[in-house]
């Protein structure tokens, strides 16, 4: 059973379009179940009504035609309970209801269940046999089980309003898809699809005559994609600066690298020809990666099918894409590559929207130094039908919305009006400090980690860095940065702030940051081996970045070090140990280095009830709320799948910040948050009322926060915060605070899409 159920599910994944796919479920589900009929209603929401989509068994011409209102008929009953109908004389049943165009009269048993979606009702799959019987626990079991694998088949393909044919509206329009924040902003524009510019599975083996001949073709087209790379990158140089452009160096050393390159020309001088030999190359390689089934690393997987995609083009000696991108471009596609993005002028280039994909994936990077809203791995995403229409992305809650109807299009016009009015008020608050309306001064940090974000924190003035997220310049390398290196990017973020504070943290990766060159492949990353847990075991990569770290503060003193994911007080006491060791050796050196003020994230439940410890030990404490909230509430922060749950107004996380806050003032250090949390001006209200020293966010929050703070006294603050921690839910601190921002006449802060 579970084969045929495997098989089917393939099957339908693989259909083209939904009429396909509901044909073969009603022809392989009455195959495998023995029945004499198998069918699939769906929901009609605008219509509010089921629709026969598919039949083996009724008469076909009744498809699209019979249509029940929602507590209509047995079909409706199923859909009402949630849960399967099983009747021996379903034509006795008060519920029957008789379409004579279907000729249903003539089977007595009945079998339906329903097919849900993320709690959403998307139709009725139903078995009818002639002989009056009721069906056994196996086959109840199956046919609920083939609904539910197969509900986000159907899911993807009615959002692709794939339905038509059948009736002419698409059944989900205007409904919003989910998928991740990738980079923030709003953008209203018209859709450019990107496909793979050639199709590598498609291509078979063939044989060559001339090998060497078919060698020398190959090497061209390798060179010929090295340029386009190379241009790509030269043509983003005004846009993005050096640091980012390494995005593309890891292109061309794939190109470089004899493992792909080597090993197509190897076995097209075994005799395959080009196209043939590269395919499985590529596929080799793609495989590899995606097996790791690490975030990361199955982005590089996208990176590798992109490059083979582009050598076959070459081979193929496709003229390349010659659209012309609208106006007001929202680049679409399966899985978007940095240099599909690339390829729009950035004055077009308003959104970005991925099938696959996270942020950190190098399409959502690209997109962040851009400044381009991005919305990544929106796995409903009906891709094929999307060219030139009208797309929302809201890259702040990580939603896309598809030719959306007039209210939500006015919501959205309205907030970009908004932002565009705010941006005149906000220019206002460069200049002034930020303080609460009573005269608290609030310290508020930027969050860096391009050299990108570097800029813009300058512009909107800021107090300093509450958090460089050092990570990049790691990742976009094929080895780990030396000393020299390290030294000179960690004084180009130091010295543009001196003598503003500045924290770099030590190295954050594994969990969704892992290393191109240093794969590490675990069942559960977010668990695993990240943050301080890797850089304590491997000493020699911790003291290179620290002794840069401690070098490139000579002559500037702005210098301040924080290490990540602290779960336990030793892995302080030893991050210390061999900062100090760091220290000696460049004084022993003749150095002129300074031991800077450290400082530890919280980010980790079990830092929460040993706050206290872990702040005697150091200097300063900073909440990571990011981690904090996937892991108070058992929610991976990449996985669209529970996005929803995924809250830092969560009335668990408001106490334990609570907490957090004043056991660290206890020790008298001062405390701040770092986690996207700091940035949203409700989120920040609630921060301040709790009394915390400094938040650290985008430089594109920053000036929506300070406004915040200004109109705002800290004693209410304090009474809102009082409030909110009262409540049981997460909607209703939302609600709260939305309601004080608004009352504040602040209502354009008050970010979209949640
Ligand atoms: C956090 O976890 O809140 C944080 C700021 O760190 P990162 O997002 O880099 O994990
Ligand atoms: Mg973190």
Redesign the pocket.
């Known amino acids: 059973m579970l084969d045929t159920l495997h098989r089917i599910v393939q099957e339908v994944n693989e259909a083209r379009g939904l009429k396909h796919a509901l044909g073969i479920i009603v022809e392989r589900g009455a195959e495998a179940m023995g029945v004499d009929v198998c069918s699939v209603y769906l929901v009609d929401r605008e219509a509010d009504e089921y629709v026969l989509m598919a039949t083996v068994g009724l008469n076909p011409d009744a498809v699209g035609k019979v249509r029940l209102r929602r507590g209509e008929g047995l079909v409706g009953l199923v859909g009402e309970r949630e849960e399967p109908v099983n009747l021996e004389h379903a034509d006795q049943h008060p519920r029957f209801r008789y379409f004579p165009e279907t000729g249903e009269e003539r089977f007595h048993a009945f079998l339906g269940v329903p097919i849900i979606h993320f709690r959403q009702l998307l139709g009725v799959l139903v078995v009818q046999q002639q002989a009056a019987r009721s069906f056994d626990d196996d086959e109840v079991a199956f046919l609920m089980t083939m609904a539910a694998q197969l509900s986000g088949a159907i899911a993807h393909s009615e959002v692709s309003g794939g339905i038509d044919g059948l009736q002419d509206h698409s059944l989900s329009r205007g409904a919003a898809l989910q998928g991740i924040a990738g980079a923030p902003g709003v953008a209203i524009g018209q859709a450019m699809v990107v496909y793979a510019s050639a199709d590598l599975n498609a291509v078979p083996d063939r044989g060559t005559d001339d090998p060497e001949q078919e060698v020398q073709t190959f090497l061209t087209a390798v060179q010929a994609v090295r340029e386009e790379v190379q241009d790509l990158a030269a043509r983003l140089a005004g846009s993005i600066p050096a640091e980012e452009q390494l995005l593309f160096d890891a292109y061309l050393r794939m190109l470089d690298s004899s493992s792909i390159v080597g090993e197509t020309v190897e076995l097209i001088r075994q005799g395959n020809w080009a196209p043939g030999a590269l395919r499985e190359v590529i596929s080799k390689h793609i495989k590899v990666f995606t097996e790791m089934e690490d975030p990361y690393l199955s982005e590089r997987a996208s990176d590798i099918r992109d490059i083979g995609r582009r050598i076959l083009m070459r081979l193929q000696l496709d003229s390349g894409d010659k659209r012309e991108p609208p106006p007001a471009t929202v680049l679409v596609g399966y899985e978007l590559s940095a240099s599909q993005l690339a390829e729009i002028p950035p004055d077009r280039l308003v959104g970005v929207l991925s099938v696959r994909g996270s942020g950190s994936s190098h399409a959502a990077i690209l997109a962040r130094a851009l400044g381009v809203p991005a919305v990544m791995g929106v796995g409903d995403l009906p891709v094929g039908r999307l060219e030139g229409k009208q797309v929302i992305v809201d890259g702040y809650a990580g939603r896309a919305f598809i030719e959306p109807p007039p209210p939500v299009r006015q919501e959205y016009n309205r907030l970009l009006r908004d932002e565009a009015e705010l941006s005149a008020g906000l220019r206002a608050m460069r200049e002034v400090p930020a303080e609460t309306a009573d005269g608290a001064r609030i310290y508020l940090h930027a969050?860096t980690?391009l050299l990108s974000d570097i800029n813009s924190s300058l512009e909107v003035g800021c107090d300093g860095i509450g958090?460089h997220?050092t990570?990049f310049p790691f990742m976009v390398r094929n080895r780990f940065p030396g000393e020299e290196e390290q030294t000179v990017i960690y004084r180009q973020v130091l010295s543009p702030f001196a003598p503003r504070p500045v924290v770099l943290?030590t190295l954050?990766i594994g969990?969704?940051?892992p290393l191109p060159y240093f794969p590490v492949v675990e069942e559960n990353p977010f668990l695993g081996w990240r943050g301080i847990r890797l850089t304590l075991d491997h000493p020699e990569i911790f003291l290179a970045q620290l002794r840069a770290m401690l070098r490139a503060n000579i002559g500037l003193g702005n210098l301040r070090i924080m290490f990540?994911?602290i779960s336990r007080v030793e892995e302080v006491d030893q991050a210390l140990a061999l900062l100090r060791r760091a220290h000696a050796e460049l004084c022993e050196e003749g150095r002129a280095v300074e031991m800077p003020p450290v400082g530890v994230?919280i980010?980790v439940p079990s830092a929460i009830f040993q706050a206290e410890e872990l702040a005697q030990r150091v200097d300063f404490v900073?909440?990571?709320?990011?981690?904090?909230?996937?892991y108070l509430l058992a929610v991976d922060?990449n996985n669209p799948r529970v996005a929803r749950l995924y809250d830092d107004l969560h009335p668990a996380v408001l106490r334990a910040l609570q907490r957090l806050v004043e056991t660290v003032h206890r020790q008298g250090k001062p405390v701040s948050?770092?986690?996207?949390?700091a940035g949203e001006p409700g989120g920040a209200l609630l921060l301040i009322g709790m009394g915390i020293d400094s938040l650290?966010m985008s430089a594109a929050s920053i000036l929506r926060v300070k406004w915040a703070a200004r109109s705002i006294p800290q004693s209410q603050m304090r009474a809102l915060l009082a409030q909110a921690l009262r409540m049981e839910t997460a909607e209703e601190v939302r609600e709260l605070l939305t309601a004080t921002i608004e009352d504040a006449g602040l209502g354009g802060l008050v970010r979209a899409g949640r």
Request: include cysteine; aromatic fraction near 0%; proline fraction near 3%.
């Open positions: 969050n980690g958090l997220r990570e943290r954050d969990g969704d940051k990540p994911m994230m980010e900073s909440i990571g709320t990011n981690d904090l909230t996937q922060r948050v770092c986690g996207s949390m650290s």
